[in-house]
């Protein structure tokens, strides 16, 4: 069986791309089972191994919205981190951002809603009150020198509202860079998103300076997705290796971009990464023994010998991918 892609480069593409893995957070996020922190801080140091330089590592949400990563400080205080490695953790509110300060945490995300529904649903405020909410967490993060990601939900549909206009994610994105956010990361949270959509999207943020996107593949999209993006010039990438996690909000949901699936495309495409894809397959193969569940990649299933996944699981959403209502409070 071919274990690697054949490379052939394509014009308009970057040479190197960098895939933000969020499978720690926003994958094991969504797994009904509580996952054992040295499963998670095994799971962290496996996908570091295999070459990724951004890992993010757990989230600071109260423990009562999100009983799946309530052990998020036993986690930062026993998992190994390796020099060139960041390892941001996403924080909801000022409580959140203490937290991240007393273990020494060097690089946070805050998420946003695109849709006033989903503010209210997801974050209790509407879509002009939730600024209230992460401005204060955003200055005291630059002010201790914190490197500061933004995520943005619902960027291309919402459940409730339809497809999202373009200018109300470009208006909400647009906040968030200016109040210094480093990063802004796009996120399609139902999958909804096609390829001219992405493409539009990028072309109205005036290109792809400081973008970044999140897909998921619900609807078979994402890859698709990815490479538009790539077309307009952006390169850093979200993903979850094996395809874990998932969205509530749409019928048989399939949740995350895997990151195997993404890295096949890219190393096909000649274009870098830094990731080992056997070692990516391995780990997937070895957490999915752990799940109790076959990994929804395609290419772990082609490659790691394992039976193809059954249809997308209704999950607990993820804090800034899909969250459950008033998951910020304290």
């Given at each position: 069986m071919t274990r690697e892609p054949y490379p052939v480069r394509a014009e308009g593409l970057p040479e190197r791309v960098t895939i933000h893995e969020v499978g720690p957070r926003d994958g094991l996020q969504n797994e009904s089972a509580i996952v054992p922190v040295e499963v998670k801080a095994e799971f962290v140091a496996r996908l570091a191994a295999a070459g990724h330089r951004v890992i993010e590592a757990t989230s600071f949400v109260h423990p009562k919205w999100v009983p799946q990563l309530a052990d998020a400080s036993e986690l930062l205080e026993s998992m190994e981190r390796v020099p060139g490695v960041r390892y941001p953790v996403l924080v909801p509110n000022e409580r959140g951002l203490d937290r991240a300060l007393e273990h020494g945490v060097e690089e946070i995300a805050v998420f946003a809603s695109a849709t006033e529904t989903f503010a209210s649903r997801n974050l209790n405020r509407t879509l002009e009150s939730q600024f209230e909410m992460f401005e204060p967490v955003v200055a005291r993060a630059l002010a201790h020198g914190l490197r500061v990601r933004a995520y943005v939900s619902m960027c291309f549909g919402d459940p409730w509202e339809g497809p999202t206009p373009i200018g109300q994610v470009v208006s909400v994105g647009r906040r968030l860079l200016d109040l210094g956010c480093f990063e802004l990361s796009l996120g399609d949270t139902v999958g909804v998103g096609t390829p001219g959509h992405v493409a539009a999207l990028i072309e109205a943020f005036?290109?792809?300076?400081?973008?970044?996107?999140?897909?998921?593949?619900?609807y078979g999209q994402a890859l698709a997705n990815t490479l538009a993006a790539l077309?307009?010039?952006?390169?850093?990438?979200?993903?979850?290796t094996g395809g874990i996690g998932g969205c509530p909000y749409a019928e048989s949901a399939t949740g995350n971009l895997a990151t195997e699936d993404l890295v096949w495309m890219l190393h096909g495409l000649g274009i870098e990464t830094g990731l080992d894809l056997a070692s990516l397959v391995e780990t997937s193969t070895w957490l999915a023994a752990r799940l109790g569940r076959p990994s929804p990649s395609r290419v772990v299933q082609a490659l790691g010998g394992t039976p193809p996944a059954g249809p997308g699981r209704a999950t607990t959403p993820a804090p800034g991918q899909g969250t459950t209502a008033d998951n910020v409070k304290e």
């Open positions: 005036g290109g792809p300076s400081r973008l970044a996107v999140h897909f998921h593949d619900t077309r307009e010039g952006v390169t850093v990438v979200d993903a979850s």
